[in-house]
Structures are given as structure tokens and as C-alpha cells.
């Protein structure tokens, strides 16, 4: 696609068809014989400036105007002119804004909805973990079920799909969860890790009295 080219002068430009001085830096086109020719002659002047800086906008900008012309300017420390921007029909920046709000919205949607997705997926796995700590150990106090599981839940949550699940939800797995409450809830565990007990010498400590509430809860 051939652009329209619009440089950014360096030298004082006088249009080389309706004569105005335009001075330095004045946005010009260069036009064969008449040299720099001002954007009012070169009929560009209705044009709007979109610097560079948001590709995205540019690109769909570009693509609704009809007609669009890229903004040169020489850079002295380089060598070569760079891009500074493009101009484009009016209507075509506020549709390329409106798509892009649009985006953003569809994108916010989209990004509720799988929070929602993942907020049920969490409801239904706290539901099936709670529900199989309750028939493995009926005898646990009424609520602790739910705690267990919620817990359980936060510390998978996250994970792709939550493949775990199922497996989470193997007597091993729940059985371990529970464990690991009663050794917070039951037991003087957090207290001995508190007064600077090395884990497993604490988790030792605990042992027998953590099994005896295994045995009450497996009670029906
Ligand atoms: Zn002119």
C-alpha cells in the first residue's frame, strides 16, 4: 500500500502552489516540481493526527479512513526520517474509539463470565469435598465439613480445568485434608510451631492425640 507521505519540514517551507510562508516545522507534502506544498493545498487539511503509540488504534483508524497519510519527521541523531504518527479521516478515529470500547467491554464480559464459570466450578467442588468428609467421618462436627473444604478448595483453586478434582475427592486426599485440620483445630500443633518446634518433631508430638479424633469423627 502506497501512503500518502506528509513530512514534518526541517528548513523554513513556502507552499509551492498557493505561496504561504509556513515557516519551520510546518507539515508539508512534496510534490514533484512544486516541491513542498502545504496540507490545505494538498487537500489533507480535513485530516486528523493519531500520534504512534497505539498500534491498535492505528491500525483500525487506517483501516476505516479512506484516506490517510503517514506523519515523517527527520531525526538528526539517526539519520533517517521516523514515523511520528498518522493522519486520518475524522469519523475513522471515532470508529476505531467505539470498536475499541467495545472490545474493552466485550473483553470485561468475557472476563466476568468466566469468573462466574470458576465461582460454580468452586461451589460444586466445595459441595462433593464437604459431602465426602461427611461420609467418611460422620462423626465430625457439624460444620467442620465445610471449612475443611473450603480450604481444600482455595488451595486448588486455580489450577487448569481443576483436572484434580476427582482425584481430590479419593478417600486418600480428603482423608489428608481432614488430618491436617484436626492437627490445626484439635491439636496444640500451631501453638508448638508458634513457640519455634521444628515441624516434624511437632506433627510427632501431636500424632497420638490427632488419631484419637480421627477415631471419634470415623464414629458414626
Ligand atoms: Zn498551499
Excluded at 478515529?93 to 467495545?102: D, G, K, P
Excluded at 467491554?105 to 469468573?115: D, N, P, V
Amino acid at each position: 500500500m502506497n501512503d500518502i507521505m506528509v513530512f514534518i519540514s526541517r528548513s523554513d517551507a513556502t507552499c509551492g502552489e498557493c505561496g504561504e510562508q509556513l515557516g519551520r516545522h510546518a507539515w508539508i507534502t512534496l510534490q514533484g516540481q512544486k516541491g513542498a506544498v502545504c496540507l490545505s493545498c494538498a487537500d489533507l487539511d480535513h485530516l486528523v493526527f493519531l500520534p504512534t503509540g497505539n498500534a491498535a488504534l492505528t491500525r483500525r483508524a487506517r483501516k476505516h479512513s479512506r484516506l490517510s497519510a503517514v506523519v515523517l519527521e527527520w531525526s538528526r541523531a539517526r539519520q533517517r526520517y521516523e514515523r511520528q504518527g498518522l493522519l486520518v479521516e475524522d469519523e475513522a478515529l471515532e470508529t476505531a474509539e467505539v470498536e475499541r470500547l467495545a472490545d474493552q467491554e466485550a473483553r470485561a464480559a468475557a472476563r466476568a463470565r468466566a469468573a462466574q464459570r470458576r465461582q460454580e466450578l468452586d461451589e460444586r467442588y466445595v459441595q462433593s469435598f464437604a459431602q465426602r468428609v461427611r461420609e467418611l467421618f460422620p462423626g465430625c462436627p457439624p460444620g467442620r465439613e465445610m471449612a475443611i473444604a473450603e480450604h481444600s478448595c482455595r488451595k486448588y483453586s486455580g489450577r487448569v480445568g481443576r483436572s484434580s478434582s476427582a482425584k481430590a475427592l479419593d478417600e486418600q486426599a480428603v482423608r489428608l485434608a481432614v488430618v491436617a485440620h484436626v492437627r490445626h483445630a484439635e491439636t496444640r500443633y500451631d501453638d508448638l510451631l508458634l513457640q519455634g518446634w521444628d515441624r516434624y518433631e511437632a506433627r510427632e508430638q501431636v500424632r497420638s492425640r490427632v488419631e484419637q479424633v480421627l477415631e471419634e469423627w470415623e464414629a458414626p
